[in-house]
């Protein structure tokens, strides 16, 4: 995945992003293609890692997808 483009972030409506505090993948791509690119911003803009895991669990998909953007 080079981009985000609107196709993937209608998919990842139905995916889960944070499973703590219920936030859907989409909101993550959405941070991303707004320009956001690194955790502590996507954090920052959607709330995720705020959870009881406290981001042990969606880190590492943030980091997938980050990982993936060139």
């Keep these: 995945m080079n981009e985000i483009d609107n196709h993937e ?3 990842a409506r139905y995916k889960p992003g ?3 505090k219920g936030i859907k993948l989409h909101k993550i791509l959405e941070a991303v293609a707004a320009g956001c690119r690194s955790f ?3 954090k920052s803009k959607t709330n995720i890692g705020n959870g009881s895991c ?5 880190g590492a998909k943030v980091k997938e997808i980050l990982d993936n953007l060139d």
């Design 9 to 11: 972030i209608i998919k």
């Design 18 to 20: 944070c499973i703590c």
């Design 40 to 42: 502590e911003e996507i």
């Design 54 to 58: 406290q981001g042990r669990r969606c």
